[in-house]
């Protein structure tokens, strides 16, 4: 039952890139599209936290930090994804963002919250080609350079979300931060919206179901069924079966936008998911944080 929660995980997290896209289609923008996602995700997460004792007897320093972790962190970091994915196709974005445990091992090594090892040497090198292959696949001119800055922007973003929850997040249970982060992630987004000018919600019914979609089932479902299995399976085996996702991503932009990835990117793909599932082995800290626990989901993973 938990290799089959964590790969319902990875499969709900997947479909969010072709949501979004849907919903682009559908006259959503940006902004209207990650307020509405934080705010229905927000809710029915802190009414399960209320409704489980998550949230009780929280100290009042684990609730601005869980919050200043979504207000800050995770809005930059869905900001960023979001504002790719107008831009470039949701298969190379899903693959870029997938760059994120690599960057978290190096920076953890680098910082010495990490040991570094032959095997992690190696994945780092996989990794790296692998990211090389998936951009100078497209062909000179064929992948948008802002795109890809703001994908591999998004990974960084992560990376350090990761890292920094990780230092100070010990002790808040798991549902109760990914509620907590949501809420702050909503706050963001929130005085966005009023600075732009406000809301405006007056897209194709068809946005709305893409958009709940988005909030309920590649953020509700997706974090729900992570903790379930995670709590059965372990960290590693738990970040392993995650390498799911972008597979999920690949296969459904195909089917519902035609998109298609060259042999090159392709195996620079395929590089890269063995380069994460080489660094989800060993089981420290870290790699614990990096697999889908709240992408932080032990640090809150949201997105």
């Given at each position: 039952?938990?290799?089959a929660l964590c790969l319902l995980s990875a499969?709900?997290?997947?479909?969010?890139?072709?949501?979004?896209?849907?919903?682009?289609?559908?006259?959503?923008?940006?902004?209207?599209?990650?307020?509405?996602?934080?705010?229905?995700?927000?809710?029915?997460?802190?009414?399960?936290?209320?409704?489980?004792?998550?949230?009780?007897?929280?100290?009042?320093?684990?609730?601005?930090?869980?919050?200043?972790?979504?207000?800050?962190?995770?809005?930059?970091?869905?900001?960023?994804?979001?504002?790719?994915?107008?831009?470039?196709?949701?298969?190379?974005?899903?693959?870029?963002?997938?760059?994120?445990?690599?960057?978290?091992?190096?920076?953890?090594?680098?910082?010495?919250?990490?040991?570094?090892?032959?095997?992690?040497?190696?994945?780092?090198?996989?990794?790296?080609?692998?990211?090389?292959?998936?951009?100078?696949?497209?062909?000179?001119?064929?992948?948008?350079?802002?795109?890809?800055?703001?994908?591999?922007?998004?990974?960084?973003?992560?990376?350090?979300?990761?890292?920094?929850?990780?230092?100070?997040?010990?002790?808040?249970?798991?549902?109760?931060?990914?509620?907590?982060?949501?809420?702050?992630?909503?706050?963001?987004?929130?005085?966005?919206?009023?600075?732009?000018?406000?809301?405006?919600?007056?897209?194709?019914?068809?946005?709305?179901?893409?958009?709940?979609?988005?909030?309920?089932?590649?953020?509700?479902?997706?974090?729900?069924?992570?903790?379930?299995?995670?709590?059965?399976?372990?960290?590693?085996?738990?970040?392993?079966?995650?390498?799911?996702?972008?597979?999920?991503?690949?296969?459904?932009?195909?089917?519902?936008?035609?998109?298609?990835?060259?042999?090159?990117?392709?195996?620079?793909?395929?590089?890269?998911?063995?380069?994460?599932?080489?660094?989800?082995?060993?089981?420290?800290?870290?790699?614990?944080?990096?697999?889908?626990?709240?992408?932080?989901?032990?640090?809150?993973?949201?997105?």
């Amino acid at each position: 039952m938990g290799p089959a929660l964590c790969l319902l995980s990875a499969a709900a997290f997947g479909t969010m890139a072709i949501f979004g896209k849907l919903a682009y289609e559908a006259g959503v923008g940006v902004g209207d599209l990650l307020l509405v996602r934080f705010t229905v995700a927000a809710a029915v997460l802190l009414a399960i936290a209320t409704a489980t004792g998550a949230l009780r007897g929280l100290p009042r320093r684990a609730v601005v930090t869980g919050l200043l972790m979504g207000g800050v962190g995770y809005a930059a970091q869905a900001g960023l994804f979001f504002l790719a994915l107008e831009r470039m196709d949701a298969s190379i974005l899903a693959l870029l963002l997938y760059t994120y445990p690599a960057m978290v091992t190096v920076a953890a090594i680098a910082i010495g919250r990490e040991k570094g090892s032959r095997r992690r040497t190696v994945a780092l090198g996989i990794a790296c080609t692998g990211t090389a292959l998936v951009l100078l696949g497209a062909g000179t001119g064929a992948l948008d350079p802002l795109a890809t800055a703001m994908g591999l922007g998004a990974a960084l973003t992560y990376t350090a979300y990761i890292l920094i929850g990780d230092g100070v997040v010990g002790g808040i249970p798991a549902l109760a931060l990914a509620a907590l982060v949501a809420t702050g992630a909503t706050t963001t987004f929130a005085v966005v919206s009023v600075m732009t000018g406000g809301p405006g919600l007056g897209f194709a019914p068809a946005g709305w179901v893409a958009l709940l979609a988005i909030a309920l089932v590649s953020t509700v479902v997706a974090i729900l069924a992570f903790f379930a299995g995670l709590a059965r399976v372990g960290p590693s085996a738990a970040s392993i079966l995650s390498t799911l996702e972008p597979p999920v991503t690949v296969a459904l932009a195909a089917l519902a936008f035609g998109e298609s990835l060259g042999a090159v990117q392709l195996a620079g793909g395929a590089m890269v998911l063995l380069a994460v599932v080489l660094l989800a082995l060993p089981q420290g800290r870290i790699a614990a944080l990096g697999g889908r626990n709240g992408r932080a989901e032990h640090t809150a993973e949201l997105a």
